[in-house]
């Protein structure tokens, strides 16, 4: 019988020892490596999280305080005051004439409608900046105490083709041009409907509304 040298024996039981430690940092490696995976796959089909609820000065609901009103507002854009503090039978003839315009491809923008006494105030002083004087301002823009503006009862309608539209038109609905010099201005006048509107006054120092 052919005896194994004690030396070779200790190596041979050591072997299985090392393939055996081998094994085990293999398989954790490859365990580390399928958990990193799914942990990745996890992350990427998570759903993103939901935007931040934008402040609220930042709503269409509190935009164009004082009644400032941004390019683009129609006269249906009940998220601003200028046009959802009108007094609503003005706002009603307004998208009445609005709906039968657009089949003119005809739009009623909103360059001002009510303000605040406050705005009122602050455009009335840029307009004496602006002309030289109170007695030349009092010709475009009113006190707030007059103000149409102020209790709702006037909009500024933008462009062109819709002034000219409810120049011809307006009548049928009670929105009348007041001021000769202003062709955006437009009131309620609801006689109109059946007799035309009134004479236009020249400017706003005309109007006896004007000297209270």
């Known amino acids: 019988m052919t005896r194994t040298p004690q030396s070779a024996r200790t190596t041979t039981r050591g072997i299985p020892r090392i393939l055996a430690a081998g094994l085990i ?13 799914s942990q990745n796959a996890s992350s990427s089909s998570a759903p993103s999280p939901p935007s931040p609820i934008a402040p609220r000065s930042e709503r269409p609901g509190s935009l164009g305080a004082g009644g400032a009103v941004p390019d683009g507002v129609t006269v249906f854009d009940d998220g601003y ?29 909103v360059n001002s409608g009510w303000r605040s006494p406050e ?7 840029e307009a004496v900046s602006k002309y030289g004087s109170e007695e030349e301002a009092a010709r475009w823009v ?13 909009i500024d309608i933008g462009r062109s083709n819709a002034t000219a539209w409810l120049s011809e038109h307006g009548a ?14 437009y009131e309620l006048r609801t006689n109109a409907i059946d007799h035309d509107c009134p004479h236009m006054y020249a400017d706003p120092t ?4 004007m000297r209270q």
Do not use: M
Not at 119 to 125: E, H
Not at 172 to 185: D, F, K, V
């Open 206 to 209: 005309q109007d006896p509304r």
């Open 119 to 125: 705005r009122q105030n602050q455009l009335l002083r």
């Open 25 to 37: 940092v293999v398989i954790a490696a490859i365990a580390a490596a399928l958990g990193y995976q």
């Open 81 to 109: 005051p200028a046009v959802a503090n009108l007094d609503p039978d003005l706002l009603r003839a307004l998208r009445a004439a609005a709906t039968d315009a657009a089949d003119d491809g005809v739009k009623f923008y």
């Open 142 to 154: 009113a006190t707030a105490d007059t103000s149409p503006h102020v209790s709702g009862d006037a």
């Open 172 to 185: 049928e609905y009670g929105l009348c041009q007041i001021y000769r010099n202003e062709p955006w201005h």
